[in-house]
DNA sequence: GTGGTCTAGACCACT
DNA sequence: GTGGTCTAGACCACG
């Protein structure tokens, strides 16, 4: 996963977002350590202040909990990553339904062309 | 529909998609005369040359067609419209289905979801 | 043939063309009589005197000729009208051979290459 | 090779043509680094915009390609640069047969022609 | 410095 | 009035 930002968003937006997928990919698993911020916010080249923000708020989210000396780990409950995961999807295939809309695909047109569509590697 | 522009890409590719849209939908129906190059840069806001830009594309798609004096139509060439329809629908498919991807769904399980996500009126 | 003339050359001049085209290829035989300088800068829509000045050069060529009361006449000369039909194809030629080296092609090339190309009805 | 244009043709078209020629002569062989924009139209003495636009189009037929801040590029692929080399051969062929035919020569008349037309240093 | 985009404003041909 | 072209000049992102 790369680290490139849009400027269409604000960045720690997008380090949220890139967070979350790491999380709910199991890339970061449940009850791992996360390195320091200072260590994240260097991997991202953004200001640690920003990658503070963003973990706030994946801590507001319940998503990862900090241990004032041990540092910060995604959290051991596998239902809300689950549930994270299928809210993230939802989220997706809503904005997917939305622009086919736009293009004059009901559902059932939209279904059709994502089964014929080859998946890639 | 609304003419915002979101600085992420170019006016006129923006235009450019804008006018696919219209054509695809069918609220610019095969065969209608488009309104003049000032027109509808005066409705969208910017410069007439930008406008242009974004008309000579859909020329060299083949998608309109201009009378010297007359202005210019939408082609009438159904299948054309068509397959720009799908070609669109294609992709926005699959980029729905490489961000589905990144969040660990295979397409059976994005299809499963589309299956019970309501459909908007 | 139609009358529209390019801008590039002085009317005349494209006149001149035209009228040496039609007596080549036997659309004017020989010794046939012309249309009146007033009919025939009718048909082309252009000044007469534009048309004059056209068919005074033709007449300098020897490729006319003018009976005070009776109008104007194709030349009888055959040989005339065969050299003439030579040379315009020799110009022809040497522009296509000047053209042809531009892009590279030495003759025996533009040759082959005219070989196979079809030719059309 | 001069820099005249003929007002015929936009001015931007002839610039295609001239640099498709210096494409397909060698002049610019492939994989090399073309003047910049702002050079090449002082050279021509046009607007950069127009300079632009020209090697716009070139880029869309794939014969150049640009690098954002290093400058714009001859493709490589010399099997597009022979493509388009005969492409524009057979253009000049189809223009100069149909000339011949006005003319009242047959192909193997026009071809004939052509052997005994000496070639020019 | 490079390419790329956008605006503003003018002029042309065509009818 | 229509589309089309051209110029002039500005601004941006990328390194």
Excluded: C, H
């Amino acid at each position: 996963m790369s680290w490139i930002f849009s400027g269409e968003k604000p960045i720690y937006t997008q380090l949220v977002e890139r967070l979350q997928l790491r999380i709910v990919t199991g890339e970061y698993p449940p009850g791992a350590r996360l390195s320091s911020v200072r260590d994240l916010a260097a991997e991202a080249a953004v200001n640690p202040n920003t990658m503070q923000r963003a973990l706030a708020e994946l801590e507001n989210m319940g998503l990862v909990y900090s241990q004032r000396t041990s540092g910060r780990f995604v959290t051991e409950d596998g239902a809300k990553i689950a549930a994270l995961r299928e809210q993230l999807g939802r989220e997706k295939v809503r904005r997917f339904l939305a622009e086919m809309r736009e293009l004059g695909y009901r559902r059932a047109e939209a279904a059709a062309l994502l089964e014929t569509e080859e998946e890639e590697a």
